[in-house]
């Protein structure tokens, strides 16, 4: 499996970005997919998760009202609308893959088998 995130740069506060993933090498439908974001210095932490099958989705209180997940099936992609971002959401953002069972925990990281290698979001104030 592959995933590759993209999307990332530089953006004043305020901005928006939207952040892409592309997955590989698996049925990307059959998969529960999140967005987990690491600053520097701090462990990796949940962003957003988005269930297979139209099963729902989730939001760190971080983010809520301001991120907006979904996903392209027929594309394999993964998306991360993210609007009135702050300098508090510069980090590293991946994306994951999660083959667990339906309705399977989606918050951690120990949730995800597979990931991507991160884009980098630099808000400046």
């Known amino acids: 499996v592959q995933l590759q995130a993209s999307g990332g740069g530089l953006v004043q506060a305020g901005g928006s970005l939207t952040l892409s993933c592309a997955g590989s090498g698996r049925t990307f439908s059959r998969n529960d997919m999140g967005w987990f974001r690491q600053a520097p210095g701090k462990e990796r932490e949940f962003v957003s998760a988005i269930r297979r099958y139209g099963g729902g989705t989730f939001y760190s209180d971080s983010v809520k009202g301001r991120f907006t997940i979904s996903r392209d099936d027929a594309k394999n992609t993964l998306y991360l609308q993210m609007n009135d971002l702050k300098p508090e959401d510069t980090a590293v953002y991946y994306c994951?893959?999660?083959?667990?069972?339906?309705?399977?925990?989606?918050?951690?990281?120990?949730?995800?088998?597979?990931w991507g290698k991160g884009t980098l979001v630099t808000v400046s104030s």
């Open positions: 994951a893959m999660n083959p667990g069972g339906i309705l399977s925990s989606i918050r951690q990281p120990t949730d995800y088998d597979y």
